[in-house]
């Protein structure tokens, strides 16, 4: 079993591939839940805090906090980062994604004009292996389980599955913006994948023709994947 690294000493290994991220033109911005600018941006901000409990309201300050930081390193003011739906609603000329896990905050902006969309993931955490047939296919699931049946196999299996789930889950926020709501996955089996150098690339099972590559990097025993659509 994988352990869970705190968010600060997470927040230290994300910068670290910051400029893995940056050398494409695309901008990271890292937090933690304890960060003293984790705090709302204004009074829109708090409203959208009010029926949040206590640990999700600190995972969006931190969120925001690391979105605002990302807009600033492209040189993209920023104030209040309020919701599309579900979704951060950047600022104009500008598109982002946040992703937080186990008290720390990554996010992930571009100026339009780079791309039209973008998605970020990171993963601390293991997930069990009978997760696995609620995030890959049976083909997907075959290359999971390619290692022997060892205690290092095993662990090995572990990180696949993790990296697989992240990969998915950035490629989802991003084609969830980059689509029409008709033609966006709805589900990470939706989104199919295959294992490239650094990552993966991934498309919507119903459009093959829309294809994103996904870079994934380790952060300790968890990953950290990102993507951004080409025009």
């Known amino acids: 079993m994988l352990s869970t ?3 600060a000493w997470a927040e ?5 591939l910051r400029p893995a991220v940056e050398e494409h033109g695309l901008f990271l911005g890292v937090a933690t839940v304890d960060s003293p600018d984790a705090v ?3 009074p829109g901000e708090e409203r959208l805090l009010q029926d949040m ?3 999700r309201r600190r995972e969006f300050t931190a969120g925001r906090c690391a979105a605002r930081r990302a807009l600033a390193r492209a040189g993209i003011p920023a104030g209040e980062i309020l919701c599309a739906g579900r979704r951060p609603r950047m600022p ?3 598109v982002g994604s946040i992703t937080h896990c186990a008290g720390a905050a990554v996010a992930l902006a571009a100026p339009r004009w780079r791309s039209p969309s973008v998605g970020i ?3 601390l955490r293991p997930l069990p292996p009978r997760a696995a047939r609620l995030v890959l296919s049976p083909d997907e699931q ?3 389980n390619r290692t022997p049946r060892t205690e290092a196999g095993e662990a090995e299996d572990e990180r696949r599955l993790l990296a697989a789930f992240s990969a998915k889950e950035a490629a989802f926020k991003a084609f969830s913006t980059l689509l029409a709501p008709q033609e966006a996955p709805t589900m990470l089996l939706g989104i199919a994948i295959r294992p490239v150098p650094g990552g993966f690339r991934a498309w919507p099972r119903r459009l093959p023709g829309r294809v994103l590559d996904v870079a994934v990097r380790p952060v300790g025993p968890g990953v950290l994947s990102w993507t951004a659509a080409q025009y």
């Not at 230290?12 to 670290?16: D, K």
């Open 53 to 55: 409990l206590p640990a």
């Open 40 to 42: 709302p941006a204004g």
């Open 142 to 144: 075959s290359w999971l």
């Open 5 to 7: 690294p705190d968010g």
């Open 92 to 94: 104009a000329g500008s």
């Open 12 to 16: 230290q290994v994300l910068l670290g």
């Open 121 to 123: 993931d990171l993963e």
